[in-house]
């Protein structure tokens, strides 16, 4: 559906001359892609209401996004799958913060993990995006930065501050989910290894 949508966004743009016809499919895909990501923050923004946390997104993605993007990930097969994986992490995450408040200690245990997963995978390029060695060297340097920074950021509020704040742990949440996500794509990529070998 989304896909349909940025096809027909696009198609528009080109009959009103407002970009060239051989850019359709280009435009499309940017379109696709901002119009997926529109939808999952609009279901973030939708499950916050509902829980009464109407601004606890902000920190969330303050942690994912930076990190998803230069550590890579897993890729669903399409958009739906995409947004409802995405949003149901998020009110797991926002549903297990609401009932038992995260330590603010364990965030030293999940950005310690997530460093060790940075520096034994990332960035993990998607099946159909093979990163160049120019790109892979630069998102593996920004993504291993983010999780150091995330690392001393965690101990700071650990030994220098005693508060338990939903948006320290919200933010440190996202960074998590995007460790995940990092993991999830290895595991995925193993097993389509295997499954070649075993049928190739």
Known sequence: MIQQIA????????????IETGKVRIYAYG???????LAGVAALLIISAICGKPFLWIPYLAGFVPL??????????????CIFTFSFLYFLVLFTERLYPIPVKACLITCSINL???????????????????????NRRNSLLLGLVNLLGAMAVVFLFTPNGQWVNMYFAGSSMAGLSMLLAVIKK??????YESNG
């Open 190 to 195: 193993q097993e389509r290894r295997k499954f």
């Open 116 to 138: 060790v997963i940075i520096l034994l995978f990332s960035p993990v390029a998607a099946p159909n995006k093979p990163l160049k060695e120019s790109s892979r060297r630069i």
């Open 31 to 37: 379109l696709e892609l901002l119009y997926s990501s």
């Open 7 to 18: 096809i027909k966004t696009a198609e528009r743009m080109s009959e009103r001359s407002i």
């Open 68 to 81: 998803r993007l230069s550590g890579g990930g897993y890729h669903a097969k399409n958009h739906f799958r």
